[in-house]
Structure formats: structure tokens, C-alpha cells
């Protein structure tokens, strides 16, 4: 099976299509959303809609923060992601806001886990920035699911954590577009980086495809219209920052 | 797993004679037992000679070296054929190449001659720097890893401790060890560096001071402090125990043998440049020195050793694409003082931002302007005085980070001169005039420039002559009507005219 695998979408319905096309092109077969489906973005409405309808045939959703953030907007405002929170609440329909409250927080496709954050506690959001964090969630999902692989988003950064011939975990960033052979007798925890909100200087749209059959974990980088993502920000009337971070991938 | 006899079958290849039998694995010839032909070449299969209960190490340096060879392509390597599940039948089956390996020259009764010992060099270094630009770093070059083909060419054999760029390295691990041969291991490894190509220098530099002098420049430590001796000592020079090996040769190898990294050679490739052009090794007291290294400098480098730690080292092709040989063709007839300032120009500009950058200057004489009868014509003396020219030329971009080297080509093909010189030498850019050469045939045929764009291996730049706004006075316009000028006139117009169509 070839699983492409896309988390962080936050409403950017260009950098998704282009995503999309993209992992087709690599004969994906099966699509799975790691959560985050909203928020900051000015297309919610069309993003919820695009992945919907993909999970009729197939495609695998978990819940992320923002998209819990959006079902119940914090009354208070105080980052600058709850400030889109309301918003995206107003934009979405009951039965887009339904679908979103009965998303897992896990789901696991045969030795696959896929968690939005950490699979150690995933309701605490806690992000998997380095080897400890990443070796928690890998030790509970290795002792909960019986997995050898676990994937996530959450970080915005393409990571993959994998065993040496020492104990600990080592981290490695990946080349985009190189196959990385990922043997099933050893243990992997990518964190998939972000569709729609790249934060590393780079305007491109990061997604992740595994091959199972082969044992191969391909990261990729792909070009979309940020331009178009970042006018439909202004256009909705959502704070400017958010269409210029988009321009600039920060 | 145990000894397999000819005749046994694995996974679709029928198991012919054992050819190696090492420590950590079995080769033996393979053929497809379903007595489908050979892919093109004959195959031999590893199998590796751990069970269950067998150390972990071994384990993950035949997976590494399973991963890393499918990676890789080119010559200097055995062809992939196919790989076992390592879980259930763990083997590799890849191309069996003829030849001996370095083992063949080092254990001979007699020494090597110089000129076989700066071939043998210059073939691992090219060997070794077609496996840097595909971002891998070997990490375990020694005499048995190292086979010749009957071409003279190196191939490079068992990537169980090498380190490829693009996939996580499975032998990095957060305690850094030591990973690598104690005999040939560099420096850097020694504190578990891992991915450094100079890594890799060093250890031929190893095998090089052995052909030279018959000894191991370090040994082969046993323990952890005889390991850490090469972060701060000089081994004895070369021509202390063997006068006979020539000043430029002893620079080559103590320069790879240099305890840090950024003193050895920065890319295989200009290793394998000096060793093809001794005439041009730039020596200092490192290749003059015959009495070793004094008591106080190697305590000062010992002070600093012992603080010498884990540094994570750049991407091996990024690292070795900073340090580019360019060659420039400079034509020596038929040329505009423009052609040679744009040319120059033009090198400069390519050099500038590339202080470790290596400059060939490179002319193409007629075979036919030397003789062997004529004195005045003799090769020595026609070849002196094309270098004097080309050195006149290349004066004003003299610099100190640069070392810049003269050649003077004989060939009736220019072009075929030019391009096999850069083949020759891991050219990475080629600078020439965009016109010069052949003035009076180019209309019938394709011009040099051409011919060496349309074959070359690497980036060329076609450099169009220009004068600087100073020198376009009088004495230039006047020149210009003159018969020198209304020659590369055409040159130019032709060029871009009739020249075209075969690029199409």
C-alpha cells in the first residue's frame, strides 16, 4: 500500500490541492489527514468538504488542536490561533462541526499509528520537537497498538526518529523527494511536517508518502499558489500576519 | 549462517563456488537457477554469517550495506541485483567484478614503482570521489576494499560502515564511538564523526604511506589511547625510511594524513590531481621534511587533541562542490587581447567566491609544432614556452587561496583534447572562449567551443569577448578595422549563424 500522509492542512485549499495532485501522481492509493484540518486559513469550509468526501473512499482522519479549538472557540482570545478559532466556527456548517467532534484522536492501520501530536497522552497536544519527546510517543504507541511505525504532524517540521544501533533515539531530516528505506524490524516515528502552514522559510507545502511494501518513507516538498492562499486570508478579512507568514513559509 | 555447497539454491540464485570466506560474511558466485541468463555481468552473493544469537553490529552493517549499494551507480561500484528480507534470508547479490585488490600490490615481494603507486592513488581517489558526489562517504577504505579492474580503474567494495546522506545512519548513535578499521580509521572517526569525506583521504593516504614505505603510518592499535595518537602526531616521513620516494610524493601523503581534516585535501578529486600531475604538487616542508615532526609541536597538538570532540560534518557533495577544479582553455593563436582579458574576467569571477577552488590553465598545441630531431622544436623547449605564456596570462589572478596549474595539451583535436583532459581530472567547470579556436574551418564544421559544450562533463562557460570601458580608445578602434579583428568578426557571426544548426 502506498499511504500518502498529510497533517496541518489549516485551511489552505490551494497548498491541499497541490498536495493532492501531487501524491496521485506518486500513485498514493490511500490518503490519511493527521489532524489540524483548520484553522488560520480562509477555506475551512472547502478543506472540511475536499476530506469528507475522501473518507468515502477510504481516507483515514484524526483530530487535531485547532480543529478541537474550532468546535469550542475559547471565549477569551489569547493567541493568535484562537483568534481564528471563532471565526472558522462561524464559516463551518453543524454538520462539518458534527463530523469534526466525532474524529478519533489515534487510528491505526495495520502497524501504522497515526496521532496528531504525541501518541503518549494525545488529548495534551504535547509536541514532538526532539528525541525524548519523540521517544515517548513511540514507547506508548509500541506499548498500546503493537505498531512499528507512528506518524504525526503538530510540529510543522519534516523529522524522521529512528533507532541506531544505540539505545536512544537518534533524529534525522529527511532530503525531499528520497526514498528512505524504513525496514519493519526496527522501529520509526516521523513527524510529516505541515500542508498548509510551512514555518521553515519555505513556501512549499510538505507532505510524506509510505510505501509499505516496499519499506520506503518518501518526504516531499511541493509548490502551490501561497500567493492565492494569502489573498483569499485577506480577502476573508482574517488578520494580514497570517497571509504573510504563508508568503514568506514562516 | 552456515557454509552453503555448490549446487544449494537461495532465493532463486543457484550457489556456485565459495569465493571469500571473511568474519563477518560468506561470497560465493551466484547464477539464476530458473537458467535465466546473466544480467550482463557475472554476480556474487553475500551472505552474511550471523544467526540469532550473533552480535548486533554485524546485523546493522549488512543492512547498511544493503541500503547503501542500491543507492549508488557508476563504475566505481559493484552493479545491485538483489537483496534478501533481512529478517528470514538475509543476502546480497551484485555485480562480480575481475581484478585484485590493493592487498596484490602491498603484500608483492617488490615495491611498487612510484608512477604505479600515484596511479594506484589517483584510481581510489577518483573512485572515492564518485562515491562523494553521490553523498556517500565509505568510512572503511582499505587495501581489501579497494579492487582494480584491468583498466587500471579502482572499484570500491563493502559500504558496511558507510554513511550516505540522504538516509538516517543506522551506526551514528548518541554515545559516538568509534566505527571503522583501527589501521586506516581517520582522526575524526575516532571521535565519531561520521559523513566527512576527508574521512575517506585519510585512509588512502594510509594505504599510499604503506606502498610507499612498506609501514603502517599509525599501526594497529589495539585500545582507545593508541587510536586517539592520530589526532595529534605526524607518522615518520615517508622518505626517512624510504629515501627514495620523491619530495612531491611524500607532500601528497602527509598532506592526507593531516590530523585535521581541513588541512588534508579538500576533495578526493584534487588529490588525484596532484598524483596525475606531479610536476605541479606544491611543496613545502611537510614533502621536504625527512626528520619527522619536533617533540614541542606535537605537544602542542596533543594539548588541543584531547579536547577534540563530535562535530556533526556537512553534506558530503555540498562539501565537496565548494572546492571545484576549473579549467580554462586558453587559446594561443589566432586570439584577441579581448578574448584573453574576458576570459580571464570570467575566471576570476568563477574563482571569487570559492577560496579552496583549484585553477588548471590549459593550452592545446598541434602535435606537429614539436620534433623530436630539432632542437629549437624539442618538446621540453616548445612546452616551456607555452607555459611561460600561460602563466603571463593567468598572472593577475594570482591569489594565495588558489593553486593554479599550467598544461600544455598536444592533440590535432582540440576538443577532444579539451574534453578528455576534463573527464580525465573531475573537471567541475570548464571556462572558454566562446569563439576562438579553428577560425578559418568553422563554417564547414561545428567550432570547438561547441563540440566541447554539446560533450562536456560538466558546466562550461562560453565567455564572449569584451573590453573594458578603459581600453576602448583609439589604439582598439584602429585595431579593429585591422585584419586581426575583421577575422574573429566573422568568427563571431558565423558562430551564432551556420555554427547553430546542429545544436538545433
Not at chain 1, 492562499?229 to 482574517?238: C, D, F, H, T, V
Not at chain 2, 577518483?126 to 577504505?141: E, G, S
Not at chain 2, 566527512?196 to 594497529?220: H, K, N, Q
Not at chain 2, 563554417?443 to 563540440?451: E, G, N, S
Amino acid at each position: 500500500m502506498r499511504l500518502a500522509l498529510l497533517s496541518d492542512i489549516h485551511a489552505n485549499l490551494q497548498a491541499l490541492d497541490a498536495c493532492m495532485l501531487h501524491a496521485r501522481a506518486q500513485r498514493a492509493q490511500r490518503f490519511a489527514f493527521l489532524g489540524d484540518l483548520v484553522g488560520y486559513g480562509a477555506d475551512p469550509v472547502a478543506v472540511v468538504q475536499r476530506i469528507m468526501l475522501l473518507t468515502e473512499e477510504g481516507a483515514m482522519v484524526v483530530k487535531g488542536n485547532h480543529d478541537a479549538m474550532a468546535l469550542h472557540p475559547p471565549a477569551e482570545v489569547k493567541t493568535v490561533g484562537d483568534s481564528t478559532a471563532k471565526w472558522t466556527h462561524e464559516q463551518l456548517q453543524s454538520s462539518q462541526l458534527e463530523w469534526l467532534e466525532q474524529l478519533p484522536l489515534t487510528l491505526q492501520c495495520e502497524n501504522v499509528l497515526m496521532v496528531h501530536a504525541s501518541a503518549d497522552q494525545p488529548e495534551r497536544w504535547r509536541y514532538v520537537y526532539d528525541q525524548r519527546a519523540a521517544a515517548a510517543s513511540l514507547d506508548a504507541a509500541v506499548a498500546d497498538f503493537d505498531v512499528r511505525y507512528v506518524f504525526g504532524g503538530h510540529v510543522h517540521m519534516q523529522t524522521l526518529y529512528y533507532r541506531g544501533s544505540g539505545d536512544g533515539l537518534m533524529p534525522f531530516t529527511p532530503q525531499p523527494g528520497v526514498a528512505v528505506p524504513v525496514p519493519r524490524h526496527r522501529q520509526w516515528l516521523g513527524t510529516i511536517g505541515s500542508v498548509g502552514q510551512p514555518r521553515d522559510g519555505k513556501p512549499l507545502a510538505m507532505y510524506a508518502l509510505l510505501d509499505t511494501e516496499r519499506s520506503q518513507l518518501t518526504f516531499h516538498r511541493v509548490a502551490y499558489d501561497h500567493h492565492a492562499a494569502a489573498s483569499a486570508i485577506r480577502r476573508a478579512g482574517l488578520p494580514a500576519h497570517f497571509a504573510d507568514r504563508l508568503e514568506s513559509g514562516r | 549462517m552456515k557454509l552453503l555447497e555448490p549446487g544449494a539454491l537461495l532465493d532463486g540464485f543457484a550457489i556456485d563456488e565459495c569465493i571469500h570466506s571473511g568474519g563477518m560474511a560468506h561470497i560465493y558466485r551466484v547464477h539464476y537457477a530458473n537458467g535465466q541468463p546473466n544480467p550482463g555481468f557475472d554476480m556474487a552473493m553475500k551472505v552474511p554469517r550471523m544467526t540469532a544469537g550473533d552480535g548486533a553490529e554485524n546485523i546493522v552493517s549488512f543492512e547498511v550495506e544493503c541500503q547503501i549499494i542500491q543507492a549508488l551507480h557508476g563504475s566505481h561500484v559493484p552493479r545491485f541485483v538483489a537483496a534478501g528480507d533481512l529478517q528470514n534470508v538475509p543476502y546480497l547479490v551484485m555485480e562480480y567484478i575481475q581484478g585484485e585488490t590493493l592487498d596484490h600490490w602491498i603484500e608483492a615481494e617488490t615495491r611498487p614503482g612510484i608512477d604505479e603507486m600515484a596511479r594506484l592513488g589517483a584510481a581510489m581517489a577518483r573512485a572515492a570521489h564518485a562515491l562523494h558526489l553521490q553523498n556517500t562517504v565509505h568510512l572503511d577504505l582499505k587495501p581489501a576494499n579497494v579492487l582494480f579492474r584491468a583498466d587500471g580503474s579502482a572499484v570500491l567494495l563493502d559500504f558496511g560502515l558507510s554513511c550516505h546522506a540522504h538516509y538516517p545512519d543506522l551506526l551514528a548513535e548518541q554515545l559516538r564511538k568509534a566505527v571503522g578499521s583501527p589501521t586506516w580509521i581517520a582522526p575524526e572517526q575516532v571521535v565519531g564523526v561520521r559523513g566527512d569525506p576527508r574521512s575517506d583521504i585519510f585512509a588512502i593516504g594510509v594505504m599510499l604511506y604503506e606502498l610507499c614505505t612498506g609501514e603502517l603510518p599509525f599501526g594497529s592499535p589495539q585500545t582507545e589511547g593508541g587510536l586517539r595518537q592520530r589526532l595529534w602526531m605526524d607518522p615518520v616521513p615517508p622518505r626517512k625510511i624510504q629515501p627514495d620516494i620523491p619530495a612531491w610524493l611524500q607532500e601528497v601523503v602527509l598532506r592526507c594524513l593531516e590530523p585535521e581534516a581541513a588541512q588534508r585535501y579538500a576533495s578526493a578529486a584534487l588529490l588525484a590531481f596532484d598524483l596525475t600531475h606531479p610536476t605541479q604538487v606544491l611543496i613545502t616542508e611537510r614533502g621536504l621534511n625527512t626528520r619527522g615532526t619536533k617533540f614541542r609541536t606535537h605537544f602542542k597538538r596533543w594539548l588541543k587533541a584531547a579536547g577534540m570532540h563530535y562535530q556533526p560534518s556537512p553534506v558530503p557533495s555540498q562539501q565537496v562542490e565548494e572546492v571545484p577544479i576549473i579549467m580554462v582553455a586558453v587559446p594561443h593563436k589566432d586570439v584577441t587581447d579581448a578574448t584573453l582579458y574576458s576570459l580571464r574576467q570570467a575566471v576570476a569571477r568563477s574563482l571569487g567566491t570559492r577560496p579552496g577552488a583549484r585553477l588548471a590553465c590549459v593550452t592545446v598545441i598541434s602535435s606537429s609544432l614539436t620534433s623530436t630531431s630539432d632542437d629549437e622544436k624539442s618538446e621540453t623547449s616548445v612546452h616551456r614556452r607555452y607555459l611561460t605564456d600561460l602563466r603571463q596570462w593567468a598572472q593577475p589572478l594570482d591569489h594565495p587561496g588558489h593553486q593554479t596549474s599550467y598544461h600544455v595539451l598536444e592533440s590535432g583535436d582540440v576538443a577532444q583534447a579539451l574534453l578528455s583532459y576534463a573527464r580525465g581530472n573531475d573537471v567541475s567547470m570548464i571556462v572558454m572562449g566562446a569563439a576562438t579556436h579553428g577560425l578559418k574551418t568553422q563554417r564547414f564544421v561545428a567550432t570547438v567551443p561547441i563540440k566541447v559544450a554539446m560533450d562536456a562533463p560538466c558546466t562550461i562557460i562560453l565567455v564572449k569577448q569584451a573590453l573594458p570601458f578603459e581600453q576602448l580608445g583609439e589604439p582598439v578602434d584602429a585595431k579593429r578595422n585591422g585584419p586581426d579583428y575583421s577575422d574573429s568578426d566573422s568568427d563571431e557571426a558565423s558562430l551564432f549563424g551556420d555554427d547553430l544548426g546542429p545544436l538545433g
